[in-house]
């Protein structure tokens, strides 16, 4: 199962997304003798396990995903790739390294690999565009922009408590948590919860965040998101896509140097062997790329 914690915060590459693409992607850039780890492994494997028997996946005729599943991460495990539980939530392009931020930690890498699998939630109305102008899905990113101030906590899933938490306590932030699930929301006090208060819109008016809930409309600085994925378009400023897929061409590359995708995020088919064989693809240019970078720094040392 996923490892609690990182052996390291940087590496050469970072793999997001623990499903068979990603896996792929990890496996061929420690091949290659670079550091590397995957990131999203609270649930390894997660789709492809609830395969009952995959009839087409080559050399493992009528596999169920568990077995599929445990073949793939025997291999991880022999290249001694860490796998990380977090999710990440955002990731920057700095000079040289891209910063890659999850919940509770911020890594760093050389090249990054997206393999985030088909992105199937919902947005808001607004919440796109409102993106870094008071829409943020991450605390540890943006929470101290907004210290002192008044937010509204979206959250699909009880681990945004957690997050939700570190905004009222760390940053001081005034929350009003909106689950959009059931559960015991465990929350410091002061966080006003609003159970069953759907949204249906977001907009900024005079300078403010206005969210739009049934029977009232809350007014705070910012609005905070947590959600089981997060859409490639709002993982990294740049990124082209069509809402659902990553643009890539045939090298895997994203049109941001240095980011790769590769899996059921670049487009159908949905399908194991695509994903596993993108990754590959991905892996390898990543390295090429880390390599040809370190070339051009030695000649410009020279
Ligand atoms: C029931 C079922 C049966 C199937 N049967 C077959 C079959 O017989 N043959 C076949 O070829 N295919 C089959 N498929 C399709 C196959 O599972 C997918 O094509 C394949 O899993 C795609 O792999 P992927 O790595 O691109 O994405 P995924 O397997 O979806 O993995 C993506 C991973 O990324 C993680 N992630 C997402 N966002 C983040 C983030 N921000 N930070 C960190 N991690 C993140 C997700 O949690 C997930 O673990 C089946 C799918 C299902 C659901």
């Known amino acids: 199962m996923a490892e609690p914690a990182a052996k390291s915060s940087k590496y050469d590459v970072i793999v997001v997304g623990s499903g068979p693409a990603g896996i792929s992607a990890a496996i061929n850039v420690a091949n290659r003798k670079r550091t590397v780890a995957v990131m999203g492994g609270q649930a390894p ?48 392009r700095a000079e040289d390294e891209f910063v890659v931020f999850s919940e509770r930690e911020v890594y760093h890498a050389g090249a990054v690999v997206l393999a985030t699998g088909v992105y199937r939630e919902a947005e808001i109305e607004g919440e796109e565009e409102l993106v870094g102008q008071g829409v943020s899905y991450c605390v540890t990113c943006d929470g101290r ?15 945004g408590e957690e997050e939700a938490s570190a905004l009222a306590e760390d940053y001081g932030v005034e929350v009003t948590y909106l689950p959009l699930y059931q559960g015991d929301y465990r929350l410091p006090e002061g966080v006003r919860v609003l159970p069953g208060a759907r949204p249906t819109r977001l907009a900024r008016v005079d300078g403010h965040m ?93």
């Open 45 to 92: 494997f997660g789709r492809s396990r609830k395969a009952h028997s995959i009839p087409n996946y080559p050399g493992f005729t009528f596999a169920s995903g568990e077995e599929l599943a445990a073949a793939f991460m025997r291999h991880l495990e022999e290249f001694d790739v860490p796998l990380i539980g977090d999710k990440v939530s955002k990731i920057i």
């Open 145 to 159: 922009l907004f210290a002192g101030r008044r937010g509204a906590f979206i959250s699909y899933a009880p681990q």
């Open 210 to 302: 206005r969210v739009s809930l049934p029977g009232e409309d809350l007014q705070v600085d910012a609005v905070f998101i947590y959600k089981n994925s997060v859409s490639p378009r709002t993982l990294l400023e740049g990124l082209a896509s069509d809402g659902r897929h990553v643009t890539v061409n045939r090298h895997m590359e994203t049109g941001v140097p240095g980011v790769f995708a590769a899996g059921d995020c670049t487009g159908e088919p949905y399908q194991i062997a695509k994903a596993v064989g993108e990754g590959q693809v991905a892996a390898l240019h990543a390295v090429r790329f880390l390599r040809e970078r370190t070339e051009i720094a030695s000649r410009d040392v020279v």
